[in-house]
């Protein structure tokens, strides 16, 4: 089974240029997580989605954030425009069914995104 | 809004021997569940154990087992006869029962010494 895919793994951008992260999930996972995990903290949930439907987007700064899952399935997580402190890694998760909580996260190997 | 503690930045331990990793969360829930997720140097994390809230009996898998005390929201993971391969971040991570969102701690970084 294949597992999340993220791609850039690497990306770096100047200040107030825009971004974007692609992410593909295990197929036929239903809830799709993003994550952003600054150096030396935990991952902080920035948006889930259950199908394409968006579960929770509370710590999303829409401002500048902006994330769909068209279909579904794949999902992009933009920055617009970028600043200093979005410099992190962007993790990717994917768990098989609903909200239920026994699901396990799947994670990606991340983007790492640096700001200059 | 839930919180997880994890006091202990950095840990080391000889490999063979035991280390227990320390993580304390605040909750008004009464039905949550409770993760250790494993992040190696290469940066996939991977989910080491898994801990239901109304289980009374800790968790075990393989040489991790869990220490959970509910009434203290305490849930420490025990790793015995450590590995180099278990040199890796652990994160601690809350997940409540309604909504799905997980809350983690901000890791331990282990190294296991040859």
């Known amino acids: 089974e294949a597992g999340v895919a993220q791609s850039p793994r690497y990306k770096i951008i100047e200040k107030r240029q825009s971004v974007a992260f692609w992410c593909n999930p295990i197929?036929?996972?239903?809830?799709l997580y993003w994550y952003q995990q600054i150096l030396g903290q935990g991952p902080k949930l920035l948006i889930q989605?259950?199908?394409?439907?968006?579960?929770?987007d509370s710590q999303l700064p829409k401002d500048r954030f902006s994330a769909e899952r068209l279909k579904g399935v794949d999902s992009t997580l933009k920055i617009q425009p970028a600043k200093l402190e979005d410099s992190a890694v962007y993790l990717c998760?994917?768990?098989?069914?609903?909200?239920?909580?026994?699901?396990?996260?799947?994670f990606g190997p991340g983007t790492r995104l640096l700001v200059l | 809004a839930q919180t997880v503690t994890q006091s202990q930045p950095e840990m080391s331990v000889q490999e063979a021997e035991t280390v227990t990793l320390s993580c304390t969360y605040d909750?008004?829930?009464?039905?949550?569940?409770l993760f250790w997720y494993k992040q190696p140097p290469s940066r996939q994390m991977i989910l080491v154990i898994r801990?239901?809230?109304?289980?009374?009996q800790n968790a075990t898998e393989n040489r991790f087992s869990v220490n959970f005390q509910k009434a203290a929201k305490s849930f420490s993971l025990k790793i015995s006869d450590s590995q180099l391969g278990d040199t890796a971040m652990y994160f601690c991570?809350?997940?409540?029962?309604?909504?799905?969102?997980?809350?983690f701690g901000d890791g331990t970084t282990l190294t296991v010494k040859p």
């Open positions: 801990q239901e809230a109304y289980k009374q």
């Open positions: 998760a994917s768990s098989p069914q609903g909200a239920a909580w026994q699901e396990t996260q799947y």
């Open positions: 909750t008004s829930e009464n039905n949550y569940y």
């Open positions: 197929s036929g996972h239903a809830t």
């Open positions: 989605f259950q199908n394409n439907g968006v579960v929770d």
């Open positions: 991570a809350f997940r409540s029962d309604n909504a799905g969102k997980s809350t």
